[in-house]
C-alpha cells in the first residue's frame, strides 16, 4: 500500500508495478458496486496528492471551462458546478443530476472519476457522469510518463488506462444559444442504477427571421456498452427549424434506425430501453421548442 505525495510518484509506481497490477484508491464506493472484484498486490491512495484535488477556471482560444481534479469528491464537485452556475443553466442542470448518482454518503466519499473508471473496466456501468459530461462537452487531462494529454470522453473510453492517471476533468461553460438538457429514468431515487440516462445540448444560432440547431449533441448511456452518441441523428437535426413536425418524425425515425440496445444480464429489456431513449428525445424536443422561442425574443 502506497501513499504518494506527489503526481510524479504515482506515475513512478504505476511504471514499476504495471506488469502486476495496481489499482489507484480515493474513496473506493466502487466495491459496493462490483463486490467480488479479485484483489490487486498493489494499492496506491490518490489522497494526498494535491494536484488531483485542485479545481481552477481557465480560458483559451474556444472559451471558459471549469477545471475539476480527479481525488474531487462528487459532493465537492456538486458543490464546484453550483457556486459557479448560472441560474437553470447547463452548470445547475448537471449538479442537480449528479445528486441522482447513489447516496450522500456514497457522495460524500467517492470521487468522479473513480465513476469514469468503473464504466472504462465495466463496459455495462451506466456512468451518469459519462454519459452528463459527455453530452456537455467535457474532456479529460491524463498523464502519464510521456506528459499530460487531454482526450474526449469517446477517446478516453477506447484507451489503454495502464500507467496512465486522470488529472482533471474540462467542463465548458454555457455560451449564449445553448440549452442542456439531462435525464436518468432509474427504479428508485437513490441507490439504483439507471435503466437509461442522457444528456441533450444544442446550440441555436440566428439565421434571417429564425433561429435554428447550429450544433446539436445526444448522449445515451444503458443502451449499449458504455456512453452512445446519437450521431446521425445530430447531423440530421442540425440547420433545420425544430418546430415542423416533420423535423420531429425525420428525428425520430433516424434515432429509432441507430439506437440498437444491448442486452446485458440484469439489464430491462432492449424494448423497454429504446422506447425510453426515443422518450426522452421527445422530451427534450419539445423543452427546446419553448426554449427557441425565448432564445428569439433575446
Given at each position: 500500500w502506497f501513499a504518494p505525495s506527489g503526481l510524479e510518484d504515482v506515475l513512478s509506481l504505476l511504471e514499476k508495478y504495471k506488469d502486476t497490477g495496481v489499482q489507484l484508491v480515493a474513496g473506493d464506493t466502487g466495491k459496493g458496486v462490483f463486490k467480488f472484484e479479485p484483489p490487486v498486490p498493489v494499492y496506491v491512495s490518490l489522497k494526498n496528492v494535491e494536484v488531483l484535488s485542485a479545481v481552477s477556471v481557465d480560458s483559451n482560444s474556444n472559451g471558459k471551462y471549469l477545471n475539476v481534479g480527479a481525488a474531487?469528491?462528487?459532493t465537492n464537485l456538486i458543490d464546484v458546478l453550483m457556486q459557479n452556475?448560472?441560474?437553470n443553466g447547463k452548470f445547475e442542470k448537471l449538479a442537480n443530476h449528479l445528486l441522482e448518482i447513489a447516496n450522500y454518503p456514497v457522495r460524500n466519499v467517492g470521487t468522479w472519476a473513480g465513476n469514469v473508471m468503473l464504466s472504462h473496466t465495466h463496459e455495462d456501468f451506466p456512468s451518469d457522469v459519462l454519459t452528463i459530461m459527455?453530452?456537455?462537452?467535457?474532456?479529460l487531462n491524463i498523464a502519464d510518463a510521456t506528459g499530460i494529454k487531454q482526450y474526449s470522453i469517446p477517446q478516453f473510453l477506447a484507451t489503454d488506462m495502464t500507467s496512465k492517471v486522470i488529472l482533471c476533468l474540462c467542463i465548458?461553460?454555457?455560451?449564449?444559444?445553448e440549452m442542456f438538457e439531462?435525464?436518468?429514468i432509474m427504479p428508485r431515487h437513490q441507490n439504483a442504477h439507471a435503466y437509461v440516462n442522457a444528456g441533450f445540448l444544442v446550440k441555436m444560432t440566428e439565421s434571417g427571421s429564425t433561429t435554428i440547431p447550429s450544433a446539436v449533441r445526444i448522449v445515451y448511456g444503458g443502451v449499449g456498452p458504455h456512453t452512445y452518441q446519437a450521431m446521425s441523428t445530430e447531423m440530421?437535426?442540425?440547420?433545420?427549424?425544430?418546430?415542423q413536425v416533420d423535423t420531429l418524425k425525420g428525428a425520430l425515425a433516424c434515432l429509432a434506425s441507430e439506437i440498437q440496445p444491448n442486452s446485458p444480464p440484469a439489464a430491462a429489456s432492449a424494448a423497454y430501453r429504446k422506447s425510453l431513449a426515443l422518450s426522452l428525445f421527445y422530451k427534450v424536443h419539445s423543452r427546446l421548442v419553448v426554449f427557441r422561442l425565448a432564445f428569439s425574443r433575446f
Open positions: 474531487v469528491t462528487l452556475a448560472e441560474p459527455q453530452a456537455a462537452g467535457a474532456a465548458p461553460f454555457e455560451n449564449v444559444g439531462s435525464y436518468k440530421y437535426l442540425v440547420g433545420k427549424d425544430w418546430r
